[in-house]
């Protein structure tokens, strides 16, 4: 873990797996699917590697597209 996409991406798919596993544990069951996860987790290892490779407006605006996603789509909160 070099570069500072490293460390940004693998919190934010640490956050992403706290997420699926407090939602899987609820009781009335999960109201998300698990693609949106995968959609987030591809996103998170394509913004480690554009940012790996150099490209550091694009993966900063990939970062900003993929929390996005995350806040819009699997509302961590409600909005």
């Known amino acids: ?3 500072v996409y ?3 991406t693998v919190a934010l798919f ?3 797996v706290v997420l699926f596993l407090h939602r899987s544990d609820q009781e ?3 109201r998300d699917a ?3 996860y995968l959609v987030a987790a591809v996103g998170c290892g394509l913004v480690n590697w554009i940012g790996n490779a ?3 407006v694009a993966a900063t605006l ?3 597209g993929v929390a996005a ?3 819009l789509v699997l509302r961590p909160r409600p909005l």
Do not use: Q
């Open 62 to 64: 990939s970062l900003i």
């Open 28 to 30: 009335p069951g999960p």
């Open 6 to 8: 490293d460390w940004v």
């Open 34 to 36: 698990m693609w949106h």
């Open 1 to 3: 873990m070099n570069t």
């Open 14 to 16: 640490a956050g992403l």
């Open 69 to 71: 996603f995350i806040v």
């Open 54 to 56: 150099g490209y550091h």
